[in-house]
């Protein structure tokens, strides 16, 4: 961002006309705080002396050079984010000024490129899930997630929740913290560490008339794909909703969640053409089925007809309680990530189903090709290696290693090697998650491997 420092005489004119609006002698910015007590305001910020243009350029760029970029690297890290390649026309249409700038749509009259934007998000989040409604989005995959299972209670009332341990550990710690405030018991669904599968008998023996939702992702945290028809099933005979947190990008090539009787599909769209970018901003999307509509989170547009029988967008449903009655609200949560929606908008239509499937294709195809070259790796093995995955996998090393080892190897050979999951999950010694989506070439894995080969252990 672009900026430039206002003068002595910029401020003397702005303090000279804010005086005059409130009535008031303002000679310093100090004035401006008067109001705050003394004893409260910060006396120094112990900063440095002030630095020319050309000296702050230079300092900036060495904090810059400091951090590793996706650019510098071969990228083979997961676990939530995600790199993809980003056409240069999301940038095109999200950096114009009218979108780049723009408000929450309060006005449909003056906001009509805003609104249909974001019903054409909500229409091909719908496309992708399978389901019939859509938000217009949440702030991250882990809000979502956690939306929905608010949802989920406002749906049936019951404060119990079976939550499956695969999920990403940074979506189940938001989880917790919303459980906590609202009163609501998580019961933890432990999977089988030979397949990475969920225990059908855990769920099967704590599922009952008290359940509110399952709350599962699909691929789970570790890559691991399921068939969760009979998931479904079990939770409807109970009086439970079904909720799915979902990778996009997998949607391209796996069923929607809604073909095999999710209820609420949630998930992170920052793999629709958002950069990483240090871990945020990205979206949150969620899509739920029709007859729950009315229970969704956040904004819904919608599509009408003007008094000149001409198409118009409005805010069809606003459920937070800026705009209806505070009890009657379904979430405060107060922003929709517009910007990203749009982001995501213009990569799925640039890319078409055709071109996700295509993505989809490549990512699963990388990735089983960097997993089988692993697998003949003496000392590395897959640790779920009869279990389908998508577009990551974990693998366990040796006991001699270590993950800062492997880290530290891979990284002199300008490689992100992966991601280390026992650092979120303490019974898992010596695994590491590694992603390969369509960025990576068979050159890439082979560049991979021979690092694998070389590291001592």
């Not at 910029?10 to 109001?35: R, Y």
């Amino acid at each position: 961002m672009n900026y430039v420092s206002n003068t002595p005489e910029d401020i003397s004119l702005m303090l000279k006309d804010i005086s005059e609006s409130k009535n008031q002698a303002l000679s310093s910015i100090d004035d401006l705080f008067s109001d705050i007590p003394g004893n409260l305001r910060v006396k120094s910020l112990n900063l440095p002396g002030r630095l020319s243009e050309i000296e702050i350029c230079e300092k900036m760029k060495s904090h810059v050079n400091k951090t590793a970029s996706f650019a510098d690297y071969k990228c083979f890290m997961g676990g939530g984010s995600y790199e993809h390649f980003i056409p240069s026309a999301v940038s095109a249409v999200t950096g114009r000024s009218d979108f780049y700038t723009a408000y929450t749509p309060y006005q449909p009259e003056v906001s009509q490129g805003t609104l249909m934007s974001i019903f054409e998000y909500q229409t091909m989040i719908c496309n992708l899930t399978g389901m019939q409604a859509s938000n217009a989005s949440h702030y991250d995959g882990a809000t979502a997630l956690a939306e929905s299972m608010i949802m989920a209670f406002n749906i049936n009332s019951r404060r119990e929740f079976l939550v499956a341990e695969t999920l990403n550990p940074m979506y189940m710690n938001v989880l917790e913290t919303y459980a906590g405030a609202a009163n609501f018991n998580l019961r933890v669904i432990p999977y089988d560490g030979k397949t990475g599968k969920l225990d059908s008998d855990f769920i099967k023996a704590n599922i009952n008339d008290s359940t509110a939702a399952v709350l599962v992702q699909n691929p789970s945290f570790f890559g691991v794909v399921e068939d969760l028809k009979w998931l479904s099933d079990l939770a409807h005979a109970n009086g439970a909703v079904l909720i799915v947190s979902a990778n996009p990008i997998s949607l391209g090539l796996l069923k929607p969640p809604a073909a095999y009787g999710a209820d609420i599909v949630c998930g992170d769209g920052q793999p629709l053409g958002i950069p990483s970018s240090f871990g945020g901003p990205a979206l949150g999307f969620m899509a739920a089925s029709q007859k729950y509509i009315r229970k969704l989170p956040g904004r819904i547009v919608g599509e009408t007809i003007d008094k000149n029988g001409k198409r118009a967008y409005v805010l069809t449903l606003q459920a937070r309680e800026q705009h209806i009655r505070r009890e009657k609200a379904s979430s405060n949560i107060c922003s929709n990530q517009a910007l990203c929606a749009l982001a995501a908008t213009v990569y799925l239509s640039y890319l078409g189903p055709h071109g996700l499937r295509a993505v989809a294709a490549r990512c699963s195809d990388m990735t089983h090709y960097l997993a089988e070259k692993i697998s003949k790796v003496k000392g590395f093995e897959l640790k779920f290696e009869n279990s389908h995955f998508f577009h990551e996998f974990v693998i366990t090393y040796p006991k001699s290693l270590t993950y800062d080892k492997i880290f530290d190897h891979f990284a002199n050979h300008k490689i992100l090697a992966g991601v280390d999951v026992s650092k979120y999950f303490i019974s898992e010694h010596n695994c590491l998650l590694i992603c390969a989506t369509e960025m990576r070439t068979r050159e890439d894995i082979d560049a991979y491997i021979k690092c694998l080969e070389a590291i001592k252990w």
